[in-house]
């Protein structure tokens, strides 16, 4: 409810507002995977991405290693792009050996006010993952389990470049190697996905129609699936990198 000026709340109807699981599905021209998928996965690959890395998301990092070194044996699960880290949470239940590192841009979504915060062996951290995952990737991590939950379609052609398969970012993310699942409510960007880790590691990858079971792992997923979308789900195993 609502009130009006007077303080006589009123209700809000579905013509004012939608409703918390009312999100609209993906709206693309583009039906196909892009053609152009492997060609750029294949530059990427021949010329590493040289931003400098952003001084927050350094410092953050350096936060999160000296969380880490606590306990260093204990194998890493990367959240990637997590929004407001719910999904940490569950992801501990499925790996309990294992520190959860759940990384987003975002300080409002992760109601963040320092650049980590930390609860028994989750991490929550703000970083821009392109950085962050060359970070680790130089701390010569290798991870356990990789998830990569909706992330932003960018639905037009032209942003090919935006979506993760297609930035420059992407070599590094299939260098840290491990069991990798992405979820997607737009079978095309994981059909590019698919490609893209094809092209680059020869990695065959399983890529599926799926419910969730009994709860959802993340706040868009459930938005999407109480809205009656039908949800993708890609997963494979990333080789192993030989010199870490
Ligand atoms: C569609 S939301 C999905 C959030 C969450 N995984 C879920 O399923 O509820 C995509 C998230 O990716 C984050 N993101 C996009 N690009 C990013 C980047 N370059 N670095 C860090 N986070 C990024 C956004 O801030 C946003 O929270």
């Given at each position: 409810m609502?009130?009006r000026?007077s ?11 939608r ?9 693309s021209p583009?039906?196909e995977?892009?053609p152009?998928?492997?060609e750029?996965v294949t530059?990427h690959l021949?010329?590493p991405w ?9 410092r953050a990092?350096?936060c999160?290693?000296?969380?880490l070194?606590?306990?260093?044996q204990?194998?890493?699960?990367l ?15 499925c790996h309990?050996e294992?520190?959860i590192v759940?990384?987003d841009?975002s300080?409002?979504?992760?109601r ?22 060359r970070?680790m990737?130089h701390?010569?991590?290798?991870l ?6 909706y ?14 398969h297609?930035?420059?970012?992407f ?11 992405a979820r997607?409510?737009w ?5 590019e996905?698919?490609i ?7 990695t065959n990858?399983?890529l599926?129609?799926f419910r969730?079971?009994h709860?959802?792992?993340?706040p ?10 039908e ?14």
């Amino acid at each position: 409810m609502t009130r009006r000026a007077s303080g006589v709340p009123h209700l809000i109807t579905a013509r004012h507002s939608r409703t918390p699981f009312s999100s609209s599905s993906v709206s693309s021209p583009q039906t196909e995977p892009d053609p152009r998928v492997s060609e750029l996965v294949t530059k990427h690959l021949q010329c590493p991405w040289r931003r400098p890395i952003a001084t927050h998301t350094l410092r953050a990092w350096e936060c999160v290693q000296a969380v880490l070194s606590e306990e260093a044996q204990c194998p890493i699960v990367l959240d990637s792009g997590c929004g407001t880290g719910e999904s940490a949470r569950k992801l501990a239940e499925c790996h309990p050996e294992c520190w959860i590192v759940a990384a987003d841009q975002s300080a409002y979504r992760l109601r963040l006010k320092a650049s980590i915060r930390r609860s028994g062996r989750i991490v929550w951290v703000r970083a821009e993952l392109g950085d962050l995952w060359r970070l680790m990737l130089h701390a010569k991590i290798q991870l356990k389990a990789h998830y990569l939950l909706y992330p932003n379609p960018w639905p037009k052609k032209q942003h090919l470049r935006r979506r993760w398969h297609g930035h420059p970012a992407f070599p590094t993310l299939l260098r840290l190697g491990g069991y990798f699942e992405a979820r997607s409510n737009w079978s095309v960007y994981l059909q590019e996905l698919a490609i893209a880790i094809h092209a680059a590691t020869g990695t065959n990858t399983n890529l599926t129609v799926f419910r969730p079971t009994h709860r959802a792992l993340s706040p868009f997923e459930l938005k999407y699936a109480a809205s009656g979308h039908e949800l993708y789900r890609l997963r494979c195993r990333l080789p192993k990198q030989q010199d870490s």
